[in-house]
């Protein structure tokens, strides 16, 4: 391998650790922005009871819904 090759891949490598480090600060944004999305706690569990769907994915698509019970239903039945 050549030194030419070798800067390469270190800016490759780089490049990539970058792109992975911005995409967990989206994924902590967009779990920030969630957590103040409020819920109503009944609706979770209805709607896991009737769909069989674990609590906490029917709460995740609760607040990414704005807790739009229909939008989540909608969402779980795609």
Do not use: C, F, P
Not at 12 to 22: C, V
Not at 40 to 49: E, G, L
């Amino acid at each position: 391998m050549e030194v030419g090759d070798k800067a390469i891949d270190m800016i490759a490598m780089a490049l990539i650790y970058a792109s992975k480090e911005a995409d967990l600060q989206d994924m902590r944004m967009m779990k920030k922005e969630l957590a103040v999305v409020n819920i109503n706690i009944a609706n979770n569990d209805i709607t896991a009871n009737k769909l069989e769907v674990d609590k906490k994915v029917v709460e995740r698509t609760l607040r990414e819904h704005k807790g739009d019970v229909v939008a989540a239903i909608r969402h779980l039945l795609n």
